[in-house]
């Protein structure tokens, strides 16, 4: 199995940017497919984006492409989460996800998850 622990939140100004990293300890980090997910209070579990295992395919919500980029670093064990022009909307906790099958958007299918890391963006 793999432990996840998410960091970088914080608190920032609409049209700011943050970083979210994931590190990864356990189990080979390159064998998982990786996912971020986030949840604000009151709504549903909500995928942003994911990342195979080599890191050459990417996949993003739709609420978030053209702002935010996902990339991972096996060689340190560590996910990451670009986020760039921050909205309001973006409020949430943010989770990091890990999954041996393959990169879905259906936040059921991952079985290994971090504590999360919230970001609050100010109007």
């Known amino acids: 199995q793999v432990q996840l622990v998410e960091s970088g939140g914080g608190l920032v100004q609409t049209g700011g940017s943050l970083k979210l990293s994931c590190a990864a300890s356990?189990?080979?980090?390159?064998?998982?497919?990786m996912g971020w997910f986030r949840q604000a209070p009151g709504k549903v579990r909500e995928f942003v984006a994911g990342?195979?295992?080599?890191?050459?395919?990417?996949y993003y919500g739709d609420s978030v492409k053209g702002r935010f980029t996902i990339s991972r670093d096996n060689a340190k064990n560590t996910l990451y989460l670009q986020m760039n022009s921050l909205e309001p909307e973006d409020t949430a906790r943010y989770y990091c996800?890990?999954?041996?099958?393959?990169?879905?958007?259906?936040?059921?299918?991952?079985?290994?998850w971090g504590q999360g890391t919230q970001v609050t963006v100010s109007s």
């Open positions: 996800a890990a999954n041996v099958e393959r990169v879905a958007s259906n936040f059921l299918e991952y079985r290994y």
């Open positions: 356990g189990r080979t980090f390159s064998s998982y497919f």
């Open positions: 990342i195979n295992r080599s890191g050459a395919g990417t």
